[in-house]
């Protein structure tokens, strides 16, 4: 690239044009020949409005520049130009600053500031494409729409209200719908997208009807089915999984070293240090011209996330009784991009799709029953916008008190279940967090004490009494610091529950305890409240006293815990009138705009004081990280977007981190690896969506917030990864061979009458090569794993293990397959023994068949 600092002489020549006009051409075809962007190319010569294909195809804009002797060209996907004359990128900024500010300036890029409250409309630098909204619009307070009950569903209603009262997950889905991409069924991202959308819309309806979303959560949980009450607390945990199923995303191996090395520099938490520099002051010839540079700042992406509890969880099914109502795509392989040999313009352009052909259906030969799932080779990491906002880790810790010995463990949490305190659990917690002894919390309202029926009596009529007595006649009222105590509070592992010390050998007194290693931008917290014994049911209805602002977490953390900001406010609770057997669900939220509290009562909606809210039963509650350090970072770099200095260069950064760092308090690094690969481009299959995936900022912003929070690496060039290119048509050819292959094979033996010998296939390799094939899986299977399925005699002789979930092949397609991947042990079944067939293996053969039957 030439030396962007030497103005282009051919700028008089660019016409008018606004960034609407160039956004409507891209919806266009080239004029020549007809075919649809992306990578279309708009001439910016005066009184020229022709738009022409690039390189992919027939390259009709350059013939057109080159005819006409127009200069200057602009692509309508990146939005960069350049001049056929000097043969450079050559950018406007600078000549547009030279003249007076006026109406529709040549090519514009609006840069819109950040929002004063999250959901106020765009992030930095990009235009809205939308209605256009006024002062008095972003001061109206939206999202105060109701939800139909369809039956039952309050549980449903209420948590639906206080997830959309999340801002970080509501901004995401708003903002960044590019990115809700999914082919896994029932693509309920999809219609969470559509129920956040019609709940904070403008125009807003009353109340809508969340019909499509209860249909997916049905089919992905049955237990959500029909009309029974449920417990709200379930299905927040189910809706989350499945959500993190369909939108996660691998963590690409520059990104986890960078989390990595983040989590382990906790000590130089804010100093800069010497010898970091603006990556600006480096080359950017392509977009992976800067390494990656740790900070300490938010938490990276983890993989699958899990409630964390203690304890049997009490699912509570509870609802409100109303009027019922009768209620892959794949992504393309892609063929080699071709590049001029004369100078190329500046982004590769997108490939043609070819896609992987699959052979017909095929059937193996079976026996015997279904097995567990299949095993991976190797522990993938993945992440979504679910783990980036609800992920927090705990460091768990057993001490042997014998030899002091001390094993600890970590666990990812997507919410705490915490246990109510009874009177003498307060006076137990209150004694440990004094005198620093440990302390264990007895029954805290979660452990059933009941052994026997003598007992079992008096524990119901204990429960029946304080459930009919006052709260105050039986002591201090309980807050969320005592349940958090209770929660954390040192376990002594003695008697039956003694602790096996690995360094003794031997059982031995000890004591677990746990702290938070890492916080989540949103906390959930899970009053355990129901307990569900094997003959009676309860409810603990004591009041727990939480803050609406200012939860410090400090007293719960571990000493390497990285996370700067420690306190929490309150965005919304989930409360549950009734008992364990009935009851309703309510939701209270604070509105992110207007800053009132309003109550969520299916239909309903009313505002309220936050004196209603603290006197509220709390079941669920959602903090989040308090954010007035994060306020005062995005006012300024609104100031610095404001400023429209001339900037020879711009850079692109991921949309989804700047979605975080428009909400989030700690939004960590910056994470450009989700819109690259390993290899520093673009993915081929993401080429087509890639507008999407990032945002363009002005240098001043980009340097701004890489110094702040790290990070990277830095893009200002975006092109089609050639070697991804090779890979995948590498791949695609060779799932192509195997797949034939196997058909070949595979019918060949089916239509043998009596085989001699028959080759046994351990069904749980079989399934994941089968994923592998068809392009469901990206991973091969890794050697033939057929150690389930066998077993050794006393003579060394190896054999089918009785009940093995196997498939049956020729000997011709084990050789191929054990050629191709290695493994074993072989077990050949010969045909005397291969006719003796199980009868009641058929039903599971029939099951085998179906299941490996070509999709």
Request: net charge negative.
């Amino acid at each position: 690239m030439g030396d962007s600092r030497d103005l282009c002489p051919h700028l008089d020549s660019v016409g008018e044009v606004t960034k609407e006009d160039l956004l409507l051409k891209s919806k266009g075809t080239c004029q020549s020949c007809g075919v649809s962007g992306p990578n279309l190319w708009a001439c910016l010569q005066v009184a020229c409005s022709y738009v022409g294909c690039g390189e992919s195809f027939a390259d009709h804009s350059t013939i057109h520049a080159q005819a006409k002797k127009h200069n200057l060209t602009v692509n309508l996907t990146t939005f960069r130009v350049w001049c056929y004359a000097c043969e450079k990128e050559v950018f406007l900024e600078p000549r547009l600053a030279a003249q007076p500010p006026g109406p529709s300036p040549k090519f514009s890029e609006q840069d819109s500031v950040l929002p004063s409250h999250p959901l106020k409309a765009v992030p930095i630098a990009v235009a809205d494409e939308g209605e256009s909204e006024s002062e008095d619009d972003d001061l109206k307070p939206r999202g105060l729409t109701g939800m139909k009950n369809l039956g039952n569903s309050c549980y449903m209603n209420a948590a639906l209200q206080a997830l959309s009262n999340c801002p970080p997950l509501t901004q995401f889905f708003l903002e960044c719908g590019g990115l809700v991409r999914t082919d896994k069924k029932p693509a309920l991202c999809k219609s969470y997208q559509k129920l956040v959308s019609e709940v904070w819309h403008r125009k807003r309806p009353s109340y809508v009807v969340p019909t499509s979303l209860s249909h997916g959560i049905k089919l992905v949980n049955p237990m959500f089915r029909g009309y029974a009450q449920q417990d709200t607390q379930e299905f927040l945990r189910c809706l989350m999984d499945q959500l993190h199923e369909e939108l996660k995303e691998p963590v690409v191996a520059a990104a986890a070293a960078l989390t990595e090395a983040r989590d382990s520099d906790s000590s130089d938490t804010d100093e800069k240090r010497e010898g970091d520099r603006s990556p600006s002051e480096d080359e950017f010839l392509s977009c992976d011209s800067s390494s990656d540079r740790a900070h300490q700042l938010g938490a990276g992406g983890r993989g699958r996330r899990r409630g964390h509890r203690h304890g049997r969880p009490g699912p509570a099914a509870h609802g409100h009784a109303a009027a019922a109502t009768p209620v892959h795509q794949p992504l393309p392989d892609a063929s080699p991009v071709h590049h001029h040999e004369g100078h190329a313009k500046l982004a590769g352009s997108p490939p043609r799709a070819s896609p992987v052909r699959m052979g017909p259906s095929y059937v193996l030969k079976k026996a015997q029953v279904p097995g567990a799932g299949s095993r991976r080779r190797k522990e993938q990491r993945y992440r979504s916008v679910i783990s980036d906002i609800f992920d927090g880790s705990i460091l768990s810790l057993v001490q042997c008190l014998t030899c002091d010995r001390v094993s600890t463990t970590v666990e990812t949490f997507q919410d705490l279940s915490l246990p109510i305190p009874g009177k003498e659990d307060l006076a137990k917690l209150h004694s440990a967090i004094y005198q620093n002894v440990p302390a264990k919390p007895g029954a805290c309202g979660d452990s059933s004490a009941a052994q026997g029926w003598l007992a079992f009596i008096v524990e119901y009529i204990r429960r029946f009494v304080v459930s009919c007595t006052p709260s105050w006649f039986w002591g201090p009222v309980v807050t969320l610091e005592d349940c958090l105590a209770a929660f954390f509070a040192a376990d002594e592992l003695k008697g039956d529950n003694m602790y096996s010390c690995e360094r003794c050998k031997k059982l031995r007194n000890g004591v677990k305890y746990c702290k938070v290693l890492r916080l989540p931008e949103i906390l959930c917290i899970h009053l355990k409240r129901f307990r569900h014994e094997v003959m009676y049911s309860f409810k603990i209805s004591s009041h727990v006293s939480f803050p609406l602002e200012g939860l410090d977490l400090r007293p719960f953390l571990a000493k390497e815990c990285t996370s700067q900001i420690t306190t929490y406010d309150l965005l919304s609770v989930i409360c549950h009138h009734g008992t364990a057997g009935s009851g309703h669900y309510i939701a209270y939220c604070q509105n992110v705009i207007n800053g009132q509290w309003y109550e969520f009562d299916d239909q309903y909606v009313t505002e309220v004081h936050e004196t209603v809210v603290q006197n509220a039963e709390a079941y669920v509650l959602f903090y989040r990280k308090s954010s007035e350090e994060a306020v005062r970072e995005r006012q300024q770099v609104v100031s610095l977007a404001a400023m429209r200095e001339p900037s020879l260069l711009r850079f692109y950064v991921s949309r989804e981190w700047l979605n975080k760092f428009n909400t989030f308090a700690e939004p960590g690094p910056i994470t450009n690896h989700t819109f690259l690969c390993s290899h520093g481009g673009i993915p081929p299959y993401k080429y087509h969506y890639i507008d999407d995936l990032v945002v363009i900022l002005p240098q001043n912003v980009w340097e701004h917030l890489y110094n702040r929070f790290g990070g990277g690496p830095a893009v200002n060039h975006l092109y089609v990864c050639s070697i991804c290119q090779v890979e995948i048509e590498a791949l695609a050819k060779r799932r192509r061979i195997e797949i034939d292959t196997f058909i070949k094979l595979n019918k060949a033996f089916q239509a043998e009458e009596s085989p001699s010998i028959i080759y046994c296939i351990s069904m749980q390799w079989f399934r994941e090569w089968e994923a592998f094939v068809k392009g469901k899986d990206s991973e091969p299977p890794g050697p033939i794993d057929n150690s389930r399925i066998a077993q050794v005699k006393g003579s060394g002789h190896i054999q089918l293990k009785q009940g093995a979930d196997y498939g049956q092949i020729s000997e011709e397609t084990w050789v191929y397959l054990n050629n191709l991947y290695g493994g074993g042990p072989e077990i050949a079944l010969r045909q005397s023994v291969a006719q003796l067939q199980d009868p009641e293996s058929l039903h599971g053969e029939q099951k085998i068949e179906a299941e490996t039957r070509a999709v």
